[in-house]
């Protein structure tokens, strides 16, 4: 007899535990996009995969040696 008594504050317990969850869950945003993961699967995430591309050549210094017009060397 004892041991029914515990199931109902047992019970009530659980309860209370999953309704905050769920208002903990609602109140963090955990349901604002519910057609976003369906709709990831349709796009392409292949180019996120390619390798990254080759830095550019560093450009040469600029020439130290300055001509006066009309000279060439």
Do not use: C, H
């Amino acid at each position: 007899m004892t041991s029914l008594l515990m199931l109902i504050p047992v019970a009530l317990l659980l309860g209370l535990m999953g309704l905050v969850g769920f208002l903990w869950a609602l109140k963090s945003g955990q349901f604002d996009d519910l057609d976003g993961a369906a709709n990831r699967i349709l796009y392409d995430d292949d180019d996120m995969l390619a390798p990254p591309a080759r830095p550019a050549e560093p450009a040469a210094p600029p020439s130290t040696v300055t001509e006066k017009p009309g000279e060439r060397s």
